[in-house]
């Protein structure tokens, strides 16, 4: 069989915030030495089959997947789903609902961003692939083109932080329900950075929950995740029998981020490929 790690089982494309199209994240992939590498889009899998396409074509195993929007409390918390069917109704109507709303709040930013920037509608177009999952990230390059920041994280340190008085929330299901559609969707659910800071890794009571719901892993392998945060993290997979994974997080040229700077050992890339049902993973 082929080896299905190392992996990255995080990264993203042009159809949502990344900077490259998916055939072009999948031959980074390649050409950083990965075995495997996850497409995960913000609420979309418009990018599967283009990425599929060039894992073939570049030799390394695709895993597809996406980075599902979910929050709790006003704090966002991403998930990531792997090999579920993206033909699955209710997870999908529940994606086309966070789109369209992330569309909706973006256009309510700008509106405000624009009181007090040059900044119009017609900006973010221009630095967004049509059909592509709106985010912040978008907003952030069209001010970087107009000179009003130099590139994405100053944007987020300055105009796009919650604390400059623009910032927007758009609809995301509770996490537990987040779990809920992957699974019933026979994807397979992992966490994303969920350990940014101590005081943001779930309670254990709000985990034991997320796990009895069908929660396989914890990405415990992210930058953005802290010392203190990873202890935790540690404790929880322990105790509750979950999969740990690492990856990038990779968005191209739109952060530091670099495929491979963390990696998901082969076993447990196969053992999430042995509990999903919704669809397959693409080996070359
Ligand atoms: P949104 O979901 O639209 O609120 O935007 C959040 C997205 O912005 C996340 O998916 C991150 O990838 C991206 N992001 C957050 N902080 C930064 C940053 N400092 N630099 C670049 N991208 C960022
Ligand atoms: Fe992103
Ligand atoms: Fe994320
Ligand atoms: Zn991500």
């Known amino acids: 069989m082929r080896a299905f790690g190392p992996a990255d089982l995080h990264a ?4 949502s915030d990344g900077t490259q199209p998916p055939a ?21 899998t418009t990018g599967w089959a283009e990425a599929g396409v060039a894992a073939r074509e570049h030799g390394i195993v695709l895993i ?6 979910t929050r709790r409390d006003w704090a966002s918390v991403h998930l990531l789903g792997y090999l579920f069917d993206p033909e699955d109704i209710a997870l999908h109507a529940e994606t ?3 789109r369209l709303d992330r569309l909706n709040r973006a256009e309510r930013m700008v509106a405000r961003i624009g009181d007090d920037y040059e900044l119009e509608w017609d900006d973010v177009l221009a630095q967004t692939v049509p059909g592509a999952t709106i985010g912040r990230p978008h907003i952030a390059d069209a001010l970087v083109a107009r000179g009003h920041v130099r590139d994405r994280g100053e944007a987020f340190e300055s105009i796009l932080h919650w604390r400059a008085g623009y910032f927007q929330p758009h609809y995301a299901p509770d996490p537990l329900e987040g779990v809920l559609l992957i699974r019933a969707a026979g994807g397979v659910p992992v966490l994303a950075h969920p350990g940014v800071s101590r005081e943001r890794v779930l309670p254990e009571r709000e985990m034991r929950e997320l796990v009895e719901a ?23 997979a322990e105790k509750f029998g979950l999969a740990i994974t690492g990856s990038s997080d990779y968005h191209g040229a ?21 509990e999903a049902t919704g669809s397959a993973p693409v080996v070359p």
Not at 219 to 225: A, C, K, M, Q
């Open 214 to 236: 069908g929660l396989f892993g914890l990405e415990v392998g992210h930058r953005d995740n802290s010392e203190d945060g990873k202890r935790i993290l540690l404790r929880y």
């Open 12 to 15: 993203h494309s042009s159809v």
């Open 96 to 98: 086309e609902r966070i």
């Open 64 to 69: 597809p997947g996406m980075e599902l929007s």
């Open 254 to 274: 739109g952060k530091p981020n670099l495929l491979g700077e963390n990696t998901t050992p082969a076993d447990v890339v196969e053992r999430i490929v042995a």
């Open 24 to 44: 072009e994240v999948v031959a980074s992939a390649a050409r950083a030495g990965l075995a495997a590498v996850a497409i995960t889009d913000h609420d979309s």
